[in-house]
T-cell receptor, first 114, second 110 residues
Framework: EAQVTQNPRYLITVTGKKLTVTCSQN?????MSWYRQDPGLGLRQIYY???????DKGDVPEGYKVSRKEKRNFPLILESPSPNQTSLYFC?????????????FGPGTRLTVL | RKEVEQDPGPFNVPEGATVAFNCTYS??????FFWYRQDCRKEPKLLMS???SGNEDGRFTAQLNRASQYISLLIRDSKLSDSATYLC???????????FGTGTQLKVEL
């Protein structure tokens, strides 16, 4: 089954404790992105990647890091999480550049930073 | 002004009704337009792309008005299963940017 998976789905952590949210897709897509969704603000792009070892900042990259060492994986790293990073996070992938093709989203990761 | 604006709703309509949502965008250079559907904090899923000539998929019709910079979504014969939040999405090639609206909530009632 074609899908985007994220882990963990739910996470409660404390300020400053490094964490990684994994994202994996099995569709051989070149393009992958991370978004956060907050009430009243909609989905905002954090980072995107056009291919292995090629990443670029989105609208809200501060406090986040990403890496793309393999085509299928695009982990999101919070080196020192803070309460304002409490949010619902979605990973997405697409075959073509993001404006030309369907974005396939993972199920989401609900993160709470205390 | 927000780059993509939608009326948050909720739109409460009876089953069988026709309902329309609009979405306005601020960047006249925007190139591609989409409607996504999101159920109760689950992942968004593509409902349909929006083409310049307008397009229809079953009970759903999407239209683009470049002069006035808005797109619309019309749902005919609403079903209970149409209850969801509908996200307007706009792509601007110059900045390689995909911008999501905050969504319009639809509730279809018996």
């Amino acid at each position: 089954e074609a899908q985007v998976t994220q882990n963990p789905r739910y996470l409660i952590t404390v300020t400053g404790k490094k964490l990684t949210v994994t994202c994996s897709q099995n569709m051989n897509h070149e393009y992958m992105s991370w978004y956060r969704q907050d009430p009243g603000l909609g989905l905002r792009q954090i980072y995107y990647s056009m291919n292995v070892e090629v990443t670029d900042k989105g609208d809200v990259p501060e406090g986040y890091k990403v890496s793309r060492k393999e085509k299928r994986n695009f982990p999101l790293i919070l080196e020192s999480p803070s309460p304002n990073q409490t949010s619902l996070y979605f990973c997405a992938s697409s075959l073509s550049p993001q404006g030309m093709d369907t974005q396939y989203f993972g199920p989401g990761t609900r993160l709470t930073v205390l | 002004r927000k780059e993509v604006e939608q009326d948050p709703g909720p739109f409460n309509v009876p089953e069988g009704a026709t309902v329309a949502f609009n979405c306005t965008y601020s960047n006249s250079a925007s190139q591609s337009f989409f409607w996504y559907r999101q159920d109760c904090r689950k992942e968004p899923k593509l409902l349909m792309s929006v083409y310049s000539s307008g397009n229809e998929d079953g009970r759903f019709t999407a239209q683009l008005n470049r002069a006035s910079q808005y797109i619309s979504l019309l749902i005919r014969d609403s079903k209970l299963s149409d209850s969801a939040t509908y996200l307007c999405v706009v792509f601007t090639g110059g900045g390689n940017k995909l911008t999501f609206g905050t969504g319009t909530q639809l509730k279809v009632e018996l």
